[in-house]
């Protein structure tokens, strides 16, 4: 006979000790960044720049110490660790935490670990909406803009697509209406390409579809910031209930969930989540798919624990990504490259991994 | 009885968008109660279930939920009242049984809760009731379908609701698990709960049923006790060889 007590729950008693590792990695990949790439730091120079503040430029910099930093170098110093380095660093873990929050979302919703922010063809519309302004010569900003309204409106279209069908799987008919409009809309990058300029534009609309931190600015992560926590909000709070929809649509409602209202939440959420994320930052792939993937099996499927490790993990991947693609080679690397070099071996172990353990 | 029935069902008439399956479907179901409902495959018994959860519109007649009409009753209500073990639903992610059956309270309180201690209390409780305890970390891509089913009847429990809606539980499980839970199903009958389910397996009903439905083709063709159950009735039901159904039971009742 079964003892009459349940056993105590050991995921449960782990996950702080899962999350505060994961903190410290996250903390690990903040310093690694921030001394490395195109000028080298060492650990005691960034420390001391960052206590010194931003706005103490050039003349308080360590100098009650006895450094050896001159007012020259040490401004330049401080110019590097607050103008340079934090603002992509916290670039990078905004995109990442975005990404992989938004892959989880996904994934719960539409029952599919293999699904990824990309599946409602988010990335195919910003691409869209960025190469056209690329082509008509707008400035960056509003490349941005229609970056991020492409996104939306690639979405925005699925969604309508998938309502109108009377489909008897509702999940199925997103998808398929998903494929199709993000086919669509990469026939449409493909034509912009074809009538780009090849000198100019043609590079660039190469070298944004490949994803990049390099280009941030303060104003773009101000713009952005409101975006992503007003979106990653409502999937915080939800989070318990966001399990229900990995049930089937009849046992979710049967529990008492409004399944039809709760997943256009959560996909009006993940969607601004990622259109922000990559109107920023252009198509960086792979980080939606794995890092949830990776998150699972280390805080479990259940959402409430699978959040904070996603969000955790996705900032650290990103960062460390981004420190690499910074330093590893004379030029930069575009991010987008460097994701699907580390994500699809990552993805594939973790597949095996997991068949082994089945 | 005179109480009002928890559930109950008028000149019902039921299917999809485009195809009526059944019709003139009458049922009522109290408190205490068990009703088996029997039918050959594709009679339209997860379509009649379907409707009565409210998952899947009604074509014509009413349903009453505790002397209410369905539609007045909003999802979250409905959960309080009516629970569903569905047949065979696949789980994508390795919950934990615990994590499984604590989802029978996400829709009790706001939607921004965390699950509570009495939360975890119910499915602790709900799962020792059902002899899974010690299951209750266990992935439930890793344990057996039999056990499973238990974990989702569990969840119903948790949910706390009156009548109970299962969807052949026993089809997937072992002699020993079937009997566990039909065991369990008295039990709960014991507690004033009102249990609808459909089998394959007359002898089930004759085990726990109190009122046995026969549907056929999407229409009620026979309804009573115990009694209803004969190699006559049932070879009409099942379109088979009354001596070939006689066999049958006789060998799953010796």
Redo the contacts between chains.
Sequence with gaps: ???????T???SSLQPVLLLGLVLLLLLAVGGSLISGAYPLSAHQAWQALLAGPTSVGTSVDTSVGSSLSNAAGSELSTVVWQLRLPRIAAALLVGMALATAGATYQ?MF???LVSPDILGVAAGAGLGASFAILAGLPLVMVQFAAFGGGLLAVSCVVLVATRV?HHDPILAMVLAGVAIGTLFAAGISLVKVLADPSVQLPSITFWLLGGLHAITLTDLALVSPLLFGALLPIW?????I??L??????A??????VRRLRLILIACATLMTASAVAIAGIIGWIGLVIPHAA?LLA???F?RLLPATLLLGGSFLLIADSFARSVAAIELPLGILTAFVGAPAFLLLLARQGRS? | MSTTPLLAAHALAIGHPRRTVGESINLQLAGGEVLCLLGPNGSGKTTLFRTLLGLLPARDGQIEVAGQPLARWSRSQLASKLAYVPQNPALPFAFSLEEVVLMGRIAHGSPFRQPSRQDRALAAEALHSLGIAHLAERACTEVSGGERQLALIARALAQQAEVLILDEPTSSLDFGNQLRVLDCLSSLRARGLAILLSTHQPEHALRIADRILFLKQGQLIASGGRELITPAALARLYDSDEALIAAGLGMHMR
């Design positions: 006979m079964p003892s009459s007590t349940l056993p729950t050991t995921r719960a029952r599919n670990p009377r709070l939800l989070r318990w209930r399990n229900a990995s049930l089937s649509d009849d046992e409602a049967s529990i008492g969930v409004d699972r479990g499927a259940e409430s089945a």
